[in-house]
Nanobody, 132 residues
């Protein structure tokens, strides 16, 4: 049974931080890239960040959207089969539902193609609200 479960969303003040988690089950992160997307009301879904498969840090590749680069950090714990999105210096415009998604790794092309037109698996989403 393949599942992705996001957690860690909530309400935070501008300038604050949150860490989102994406717990995967039914497959190994070795073989899948994991991406974070977000969608705000009235806007299209936006690709935020992604991280490549592989158990070895030397083989990791990551991507960040310009809007979050320098503020967000994606990482993963292969032992826990979990991907994290550390979000610092949050802004009101970061307010959205955040989703994680899994895409089978077919080489570095998978990372280069992010944001993906379609994904293999989606999580249910977690709400992030940045407001004073």
């Amino acid at each position: 049974q393949v599942q992705l479960v996001e957690s860690g969303g909530g309400l935070v003040q501008p300038g604050g931080s949150l860490r989102l988690s994406c717990a995967a089950s039914g497959f190994t992160l070795d073989d899948y890239a994991i991406g974070w997307f977000r969608q705000a009301p009235g806007k299209e879904r936006e690709g935020v960040s992604c991280i490549s498969g592989s158990d070895e840090s030397a083989h990791l590749a990551t991507y960040y959207a310009d809007s979050v680069k320098g503020r967000f950090t994606i990482s993963k714990d292969n032992a826990k089969n979990t991907v994290y999105l550390q979000m610092d210096s949050l802004k009101p415009e970061d307010t959205a539902v955040y989703y994680c998604a899994a895409e089978v790794m077919e080489g570095i092309q998978t990372i280069l193609a992010f944001p993906w037109k379609g994904v293999d698996y989606w999580g249910q989403g977690t709400q992030v609200t940045v407001s004073s």
